[in-house]
């Protein structure tokens, strides 16, 4: 069974400071991995996913098959940053369809 | 509606009661997910549909829960005698197609609490 590991419930950063969410994944193949963000008081939302290789609101993520990773990444946080992260995978397939997330990351960005 | 519409919001029910979750997907959208988040843990798996058909139920932790959705549009999810441990918010996602690049939509939610 697929696991995704966010080793972090809760992690808080200075405004302008690097911020990095890790995420570690189990599945042996090459899973679509996505990372999912909660703002306050909203839905959940599709952030960014690595098949993309794209940067939405500053955050990067890259797929690190030697470490089973994808940690979400931004090199300076604002404020509007704050909200829950979940990192999530699907393997890979026509036939997948369900997304295994892990518990999520509370990101507290300190003005 | 522009997102998915979940109802209730809010649940409040005794231990042994019938409960339904209703959601409504993105119009147009062929694929429909739930998926159920205990306290501190990330959303889980529990049923897939493409159209009517459910086409993965394997998350469905017993036969107490059940999911229909039959003209491929609203959705609902159905729990019979409940239990304090279905205690959870029940989400519900839509995507315009089933797979590996199709982004999914959630909505807000239905939190159920079992007393």
């Known amino acids: 069974a697929q696991r995704v590991t966010q080793p972090e419930k809760l992690l808080s950063v200075f405004k302008g400071a690097p911020v990095e969410l890790k995420c570690n994944y189990s599945y042996s193949g090459s899973p679509e991995l996505f990372w999912y963000v909660q703002y306050s008081r909203q839905r959940l939302q599709l952030l960014l996913r690595h098949i993309s290789r794209e940067s939405i609101k500053g955050f990067t993520a890259d797929l690190n098959k030697g470490e089973t990773s994808f940690h979400l990444k931004k090199p300076f946080a604002q404020e509007e940053d704050s909200a829950m992260y979940y990192c999530?995978?699907?393997?890979?397939?026509?036939?997948?369809?369900?997304?295994?997330f892990g518990k999520g990351t509370k990101l507290s960005v300190i003005p | 509606g522009a997102g998915v519409s979940q109802t209730p919001s809010n649940k409040v029910t005794e231990k042994g009661k019938y409960v339904e979750l209703r959601c409504d997907p993105i119009s147009g959208h062929t694929a429909l997910y739930w998926y159920r988040q205990s306290l501190g843990q990330g959303p889980e798996f529990l049923i897939y549909f493409q159209g009517t058909g459910a086409a993965d139920d394997s998350g469905l932790p017993n036969d107490r829960f059940f999911a229909v959705r039959p003209e491929g549009s609203v959705s609902t999810l159905k729990i019979q005698r409940t239990e304090r441990g279905d205690s959870a918010v029940y989400l519900c996602?839509?995507?315009?197609?089933?797979?590996?690049?199709?982004?999914?939509?959630f909505g807000e939610g239905s939190r159920l609490t079992v007393l």
């Open positions: 996602a839509s995507s315009l197609i089933a797979g590996a690049t199709g982004e999914l939509f």
């Open positions: 999530a995978s699907r393997k890979p397939g026509a036939g997948s369809y369900q997304l295994t």
